[in-house]
């Protein structure tokens, strides 16, 4: 049985030490697949599409111009200059929501407006800024008008053409482009519910007075903003003092939660009680992670319910969240980028590092301060440089880059 001088078994049943990946596959597996529920666009900023979805209609709807100007025919204004204008007739106007119904013929014209359907007969657009008033029937063409500015019937998107995937977040630019579609409702994934408690007796509450070894609650107020940003919802816990009892008593109230995520006593030390909670009386998938910082990690499962336990620094907590924790979350892998290094990272004999990093001009650097406890280098650095096991990069090197 664990105990405090010997905190695993001599001989697991457990992966130690597992690989990135490794970890976030484990989690995802745990997590149920959320059922779909259909909701109204109003509702449905930062879900996850649970279903691909068509175009009802085309966009554009019909053939139209791009920009102020009038509708003619290309033919007729080839030659057009400012020396030597062209003059052409305007039969009237078209404009969005109120099309020219009319037929333009040979030297013919109709004022038009950008969105505005192009009238039968036209089939290019001279702007407003090439045009010269010939009186109020008529108008000079400075320069020849042309066929691209027109944008043609179903340019952006086709009626039965499918434009968004499920699984696809609905940021507010694909929002827009799913009621562009014409949809008014949408079929999204239900929101994961994820409990979340802090532990530790040094932590206390914002506001409090601090007595000296003690921090404030920052884990949990962070993570809680990293859950919903992920598109989940938060079972607040609060926070669990180190009493093994009263662990358990906190982690019992987390009923309906799809998963529990803690925060502190996953690691070596004799008052880690949630790795001994687990270990004696639940289940551990697997301990430590190869991973810097963050290598504590822990995944298990307590009466059915799966925990992910963080470490308690507030750097690792918060970089094995996003590393691991929000890519099982939402089903979208990390988004990185490829930056040449300005500086030299180095590289761990046995872990994937994640070393806060400045972008600036192209180019990464090193931070400097990469201690798990300095809390504002997530804040100043802004980036994590991904250095893989035993790869020093140096300077020139491209390195892949994960934005935090």
Request: aromatic residues 4%; glycine residues 12%; contains cysteine.
């Amino acid at each position: 049985m664990p105990n405090a001088a010997n905190p695993v078994p001599d001989q697991p049943s457990f992966p130690m030490n597992v690989s990135v990946p490794e970890a976030r596959a484990m989690l995802l597996a745990l997590l149920p697949q959320p059922e779909a529920e259909t909701v109204t666009v109003s509702e449905a900023a930062g879900r996850f599409l649970a279903n691909d979805l068509a175009a009802l209609v085309s966009h554009p709807s019909a053939t139209e111009s791009a920009l102020d100007g009038i509708a003619c025919r290309e033919a007729d204004t080839l030659g057009a200059a400012p020396l030597s204008p062209v003059r052409l007739k305007v039969l009237g106007e078209s404009r969005a929501g109120v099309p020219y119904t009319g037929l333009v013929g040979a030297g013919e014209c109709v004022r038009i407006y950008t969105g505005a359907p192009i009238p039968a007969g036209t089939d290019a657009i001279c702007p407003v800024e090439q045009l010269a008033d010939a009186g109020t029937d008529a108008v000079q063409l400075l320069r020849p008008a042309s066929s691209g500015d027109v944008r043609p019937e179903g340019g952006d998107f086709a009626k039965g053409e499918v434009v968004l995937h499920a699984g696809l977040r609905l940021t507010p630019s694909r929002l827009a482009l799913a009621v562009s579609l014409g949809h008014a409702r949408v079929s999204v994934r239900r929101r994961l519910r994820v409990a979340l408690l802090s532990t530790g007796d040094e932590v206390r509450e914002p506001g409090s007075v601090l007595e000296p070894g003690q921090v404030y609650d920052s884990n949990r107020y962070g993570l809680a903003a990293m859950i919903r940003e992920a598109g989940a919802e938060v079972l607040d816990l609060g926070h669990a003092p180190d009493s093994p009892e009263r662990l358990a008593e906190l982690i019992d109230g987390a009923g309906g939660a799809d998963v529990l995520i803690t925060s502190g006593g996953v690691s070596m030390g004799k008052y880690d009680f949630m790795r001994d909670l687990l270990l004696s009386q639940g289940r551990v998938s697997f301990w430590k992670v190869r991973l810097r910082p963050g290598g504590p990690a822990l995944l298990g499962g307590w009466r059915g319910l799966p925990v992910f336990g963080l470490p308690g620094n507030p750097v690792s907590s918060l970089v094995v969240f996003q590393v691991i924790v929000r890519p099982a979350l939402t089903g979208e892998p990390p988004f990185t980028l490829r930056l040449r290094a300005a500086t030299p990272f180095r590289a761990l004999s046995d872990k994937t590092a994640y070393w806060r990093g400045t972008i600036e001009g192209g180019t990464v650097s090193d931070y400097g301060k990469q201690g798990s406890g300095v809390l504002r280098s997530l804040s100043d650095a802004g980036a994590l440089v991904i250095v893989p096991e035993g790869e020093p990069v140096e300077v020139g090197d491209e390195v892949e880059v994960m934005l935090f």
